[in-house]
């Protein structure tokens, strides 16, 4: 075994499996009524780790917690302070980040049904079993200490879904590719699009992508239970909570599928293709996945040959966003770019590149490079299933609440999840354009000095844009919250605490 | 072409007296410190040539950091500062200003050292002028007023080949402009659309940007031999301190940040200033001087359409020295979040932010000058975050544009009056929109 090896036995099972075959999965979201029973519940909590086996297990476990939820546990003022600010001060701590994640309007933390100020849950439990299996194992999971342990703040249902979102397109097609062989050298510029991410992208205790270890806690060797940790492997004196851990970012958003078809239907004069092909604008892939722009003829590093067929692609063949529209979600929320835009060739060419001489045109290396900027997905839905096929005619009855429930792995929330949702998501002035935002989760809100910010254009080869306006919000977030994913030893530490 | 200005008054605060003049500077808000553009003390609204000012309370909470060199803390005066971009001349600014909001200034400077009742405020922000040792602005020659019109001229076009989708679609790219065209003619026949033509360029800035520009690399090939000579003793003079140069990156303070983050993102755009002390000795000094000097030529002189190197969201950005080149402030207007802001700099001008603020106490260490340093991207940005400064009030003189904006906007005028585009050009030019 190498110094390099990771040790897939310390990793909760859901960095690395998005557990499929587990189609059936319920949430709890929990605040601690008593610490003692809750670490003793802790302790023998067969929570999953990332150990490949021959098949799928029969049922997994996944815990995370809540910064309150930490401390609540008993963990030290001190040890706390070494997790990262935005975890410390929360998804709802601050008026500034809910400006920039577009929690404001509608989706505002005081409307939330979880998660709003005053209402973060401690823990999060997270269920998954093989059709039919999920209330046995639950009654498993939850054991004798549960009702003792935790007082339940709310129980999130998930449907099963078979890899279509509500809206009815095919979902959860790109994630990024992790080193989990540990070989990519980050340092340098890249000059192509790369779907390798290094670890510490993902985990915490591993070189993140500017080979350094992101900040976490590390503790001295004889604070109390640190000898159930590993050791850092950036400060070898220190324990390390932080090792094989890793943030889990958890919102719950709501669907307007009646409203997204309706209005798509509208403006294209109930003409059912050009009713898809502007949802599938929109998205920026067809119903069925594929991508709008072509796939490359090379390959992609990180892209293997199970997802090359809807992922081998860059919008670099498309920079007018003629095929896929700039503004498209999926140009958004992943821009598929390098580190520095453009044909580099020799070192004359990099450096006019490197100070900012090389093309001049208009929103020519506007873009922050994607690597530094990604997130691994692990969504569920909620609500009563939709067929694809009847989502999309508009005036279909369909009764009730449906959406997803967004969780995002990343092991630096504010330059991953917040950036992504902040500066390509919501942002209205992404890539240089101009009042529009997310054409699937915007708001809508207008701006100061922007009276409206509900539009979406569609380059045209022949010059002039079609511009659709007056876009209502579809999507309006219903609750939400940072998580610690601690790796198994850190779990352990936690059970141990005994303050 | 009317060229860009700033302006700077700087002057310490009488002792005793911050937080009633923090308290008096807030009476100026409509948000945390977002000016109200018709307030009281200073109506900024109404200065035609203004494109941002700031007013700063410079509480420095990082003098202890010297002893970190084993030099005793200098207990240096707190400055209010006041700060403007504007276009064209000092002499007309300093005068609207004493014209405008005159009582108002009167009463925010009475709290810095020095100025009573009888004191000519003319003369005595004249005298308290500091002027940068480097100074970026996005697109020079871009004037408030043009900004304004041509953004009301995108907004008329916007709209109106919203309301013709159907008939323009039909039509080549040369009809279309020529549509375009006659619609903006007829615009401002009604005067609903003002297109003002520029200003001739002042024949003494030509001048003395004609000077600086030959007179920079001349004065550089002079010194070259010398420089060349000195260079092998530099780097080991440089390497010696960058070996043993203490980094001071702790933590933010969550009150410290909480301050910060409730005037960010308020508008498209944020203020942004970062204070420190330079680390001590001459070596240090002269460099980030000489450095400051390159940094300023190619402002001036390359970095003058939209981009400084490959950021291309800065509006403007000023160094300036501070107590005798001992302390250094920089403040820039930035688009997007601070996060974002770090993230460029860090990935994309690394080696810049190397070259201009290594020089100042507790930044990462870096090697041979441009190398890590910036890289080490969370020490750098706790670094970055500590030695930021809220800002008091702040203005901003086209809120919801961004310097894309800006840029798109004038690109769409200048296609808009050309009117000897090919079609392909047209092309290009419509996809503007």
Not at chain 1, 304 to 332: E, M, V
Not at chain 2, 45 to 59: C, D, I, K, T
Not at chain 2, 160 to 165: G, I, K, P, R, Y
Not at chain 2, 399 to 428: V, Y
Request: hydrophobic share 40%; charged share 20%.
């Amino acid at each position: 075994m190498s110094d390099l090896a990771v040790d897939f036995d310390d990793i909760q099972g859901l960095v690395r499996f998005g557990h499929s075959k587990l189609t059936d999965c319920s949430f709890y979201l929990l605040n601690i009524h008593d610490a003692a029973a809750a670490r003793a519940w802790l302790a023998s909590a067969p929570v999953s780790n990332a150990v490949q086996l021959d098949d799928a297990p029969q049922a997994a476990l996944q815990v995370a917690f809540t910064s309150v939820g930490l401390q609540a546990l008993g963990v030290g003022a001190d040890v706390l302070a070494g997790f990262s600010d935005e975890f410390l001060n929360s998804m709802v701590g601050e008026e500034n980040r809910s400006r920039r994640l577009g929690d404001v309007g509608t989706n505002d933390p005081q409307h939330w049904s979880w998660g709003g100020p005053g209402k973060i849950p401690h823990l999060i439990v997270m269920l998954y079993a093989r059709p039919g299996r999920l209330a046995a194992w639950t009654q498993t999971v939850q054991g004798a200490k549960w009702d003792t342990a935790f007082e339940v703040v709310a129980f999130l249902p998930t449907s099963n879904t078979v890899g279509f979102e509500p809206f009815g397109f095919a979902d959860g097609l790109s994630q990024p590719a992790l080193d989990w062989q540990r070989q990519r050298d980050p340092h340098g510029d890249r000059l192509t699009y790369s779907n390798l991410v290094a670890l510490g992208e993902f985990l915490l205790g591993y070189p993140n992508e500017y080979g350094r270890y992101t900040d976490r806690p590390l503790l001295d060797p004889w604070s109390p239970a640190a000898s159930l940790l590993a050791m850092a492997e950036d400060v070898p004196a220190k324990c390390d909570l932080g090792r094989n851990g890793t943030y889990l970012v958890f919102r719950q958003l709501q669907q307007d599928v009646n409203g997204f078809w309706r209005f798509v239907d509208q403006q294209a004069n109930s003409n059912p293709q050009a009713r898809e092909a502007l949802a599938e604008s929109m998205v920026g892939r067809k119903l069925n996945g594929d991508p709008l722009v072509p796939l490359l003829s090379q390959a992609i590093e990180g892209v293997d040959a199970t997802d090359g067929s809807q992922n081998q692609f860059t919008f670099d063949s498309d920079p007018g966003g003629t095929k896929c529209p700039i503004g498209a979600h999926i140009r958004r929320a992943n821009p598929r770019n390098a580190d520095i835009p453009g044909d580099v060739k020799g070192l004359v060419s990099w450096l006019l590149h490197t100070f900012g001489l090389g093309s001049k045109k208009f929103r020519y290396d506007v873009l922050a490079s994607t690597r530094f900027h990604r997130v691994l997905r692990r969504g569920r839905q909620f609500g009563a299933v939709v067929p694809p096929e009847h989502a999309k005619q508009p005036g279909y009855p369909i009764p009730g609440e449906r959406g997803i429930y967004f969780l995002a792995i990343n092991a630096n929330i504010s330059r991953q999840f917040e950036f992504v949702q902040g500066a390509w998501v919501m942002s209205t002035k992404f890539n240089a354009m101009t009042e529009e935002s997310d054409p699937l989760l915007g708001n809508r809100s207008a701006i100061p000095g922007c009276a409206f910010t509900n539009t979406f254009s569609l380059p045209q080869e022949s010059g002039l844009r079609t511009r659709i306006t007056g876009m209502p919000q579809f999507v309006t977030v219903r609750g939400g919250a940072y998580f610690f994913l601690p790796g198994l030893r850190a779990l352990q530490y936690l059970a141990a605490l005994d303050r | 072409m009317t060229p860009q200005a700033n302006f700077m008054v700087a002057a310490p605060v009488a002792a005793g007296r911050i937080d009633d003049l923090r308290h008096l500077l807030a009476t100026m808000n409509v948000a945390p410190a977002i000016v109200d553009p018709a307030n009281a003390l200073v109506p900024f609204g109404q200065f035609e040539h203004l494109h941002f000012a700031r007013f700063v309370v410079m509480e420095d909470s990082t003098l202890n950091d010297i002893t970190a060199f084993g030099l005793p803390r200098v207990d240096y005066p707190t400055y209010l500062t006041f700060l403007g971009d504007f276009d064209g001349g000092a002499d007309a600014v300093w005068s609207e200003l004493v014209q405008r909001a005159g009582n108002g200034l009167r009463q925010v400077f009475s709290y810095c050292d020095g100025f009573s009742a009888s004191t000519d405020l003319l003369a005595w922000m004249k005298s308290h002028n500091v002027s940068p040792v480097a100074y970026y602005f996005n697109w020079v020659g871009r004037t408030v007023v043009q900004v304004k019109e041509e953004n009301a001229l995108r907004l008329a076009l916007e709209s109106f080949l919203q309301d013709n989708a159907s008939s323009l679609h039909s039509m080549q790219p040369s009809q279309i402009h020529k549509t375009l065209r006659s619609f903006v003619s007829t615009e401002q026949q009604a005067g609903r659309l003002k297109l003002s033509l520029a200003a001739p360029t002042p024949l003494g800035w030509q001048f003395r940007n004609l000077i600086h520009l030959v007179g920079v690399p001349f004065l550089l090939l002079v010194l070259a031999p010398f420089l060349l000579l000195y260079l092998p003793i530099f780097l080991f003079q440089l390497r010696r301190r960058e070996l043993s140069d203490p980094d001071i990156a702790p933590r933010i303070d969550p009150a410290h940040a909480h301050h910060l983050a409730v005037q960010e993102d308020l508008d498209v755009t944020n203020q942004f200033n970062a204070f420190g002390s330079v680390k001590p000795g001459l070596f240090r000094q002269w460099l980030l001087m000489f450095l400051l000097w390159i940094i300023n030529y190619t402002a001036r002189h390359i970095y003058t359409r939209g981009r400084l190197a490959r950021v291309s969201t800065i509006h403007a950005a000023r160094w300036v020295f501070l107590d005798n080149k001992k302390r250094m402030l920089f403040a820039s207007n930035y688009d997007g979040s601070l996060e974002g802001y770090m993230d460029d700099f860090i990935n994309k001008v690394g080696f810049g932010l190397n070259i201009a603020f290594s020089n100042g106490i507790a930044y990462p260490r870096t090697n041979w000058l441009v190398l890590d340093g910036s890289k080490n991207e969370q020490k750098f940005k706790y670094v970055l975050r500590r030695h930021q400064l809220p800002t008091d009030a702040w203005y901003k003189a086209y809120p919801g544009l961004t310097a894309h904006d800006l840029e798109r906007n004038t690109l769409i005028r200048q296609g808009l009056e050309n009117a000897a585009m090919s079609d392909t050009e047209i092309k290009g030019w419509l996809q503007l929109f």
